[in-house]
């Protein structure tokens, strides 16, 4: 089955740094999405990647493929402590969606 | 912005009770889902829902669960005899369609606590 694996599995920086996250997956895909949990909440969906796409922008997400290693990146640029959340890749879609593990990130003032 | 609703917030039940989760899909979604996911583990697919069907279900999803759609807005999840392991996060989700491109959209869950 396709899944996500995510590192580091908690990251913690300070506000105005840049969080990276790094998923991992195991089969092919069609495409790889990056959603956020807050703490007691559902999931938000945050960017969508195609398998024919190397990298995308939403404004500070910028998220990575690279399907020959079967790994992704999210990228938090400028982060604010309204950031802090967990952060899961997700592959599938259709019929169902496969969730790695996330990281956890903290973003302190 | 239209968003999937889910009540209760938290149900505590007793071990063998049956109990219904309850979900309102944005209104021009076709597609269902159910998740779950365990304190501290990650999120696990359920099931899918199309048409007033089934299209997948996960080995999770026995005989004890079930999904319904009783009218044009809400979608359950029944667990007929509780057990001890069905305490939970349990999320539902709808989608445009079944495309592979589209995101699905998450309520903010019921939290299933069983005794």
């Known amino acids: 089955s396709q899944q996500g694996e995510e590192d580091p599995q908690a990251l913690s920086i300070q506000e105005g740094e840049n969080a990276t996250m790094n998923c991992s997956y195991k089969?092919?895909?069609?495409?790889l999405q990056w959603y956020r949990q807050n703490s007691g909440r559902g999931l938000v969906h945050l960017i969508l990647?195609?398998?024919?796409?190397r990298e995308k922008h939403s404004g500070r997400l910028r998220v990575t493929l690279d399907t020959s290693k079967k790994s992704s990146s999210l990228l938090i640029t400028a982060s604010r402590a309204a950031d802090t959340a967990s952060y899961f890749c997700?592959?599938?879609?259709?019929?169902?969606?496969?969730f790695g593990t996330g990281t956890q990130l903290k973003v302190e003032l | 912005e239209p968003e999937v609703t889910q009540t209760p917030s938290h149900q505590v039940t007793q071990m063998g009770q049956e109990v219904i989760l309850r979900c309102v899909p944005i209104?021009?979604?076709?597609?269902f889902y159910w998740y779950r996911q365990i304190l501290g583990q990650k999120v696990e697919f359920l099931v899918s829902?199309?048409?007033?069907?089934?299209?997948?279900k996960s080995e999770i999803f026995d005989d004890q669960f079930s999904v319904e759609r009783p009218d044009g807005s809400n979608f359950t999840l029944k667990i007929r005899s509780t057990k001890l392991e069905d305490s939970a996060m349990y999320f539902c989700?709808?989608?445009?369609?079944?495309?592979?491109?589209?995101?699905?959209?998450f309520g903010d869950g019921t939290r299933l606590s069983i005794l």
């Open positions: 997700a592959t599938g879609g259709g019929n169902k969606l496969t």
């Open positions: 089969t092919s895909i069609n495409n």
């Open positions: 989700a709808s989608s445009a369609d079944r495309n592979s491109n589209q995101p699905q959209h």
């Open positions: 829902f199309y048409n007033n069907e089934i299209s997948e």
């Open positions: 209104s021009n979604h076709l597609y």
């Open positions: 990647i195609r398998s024919n796409e």
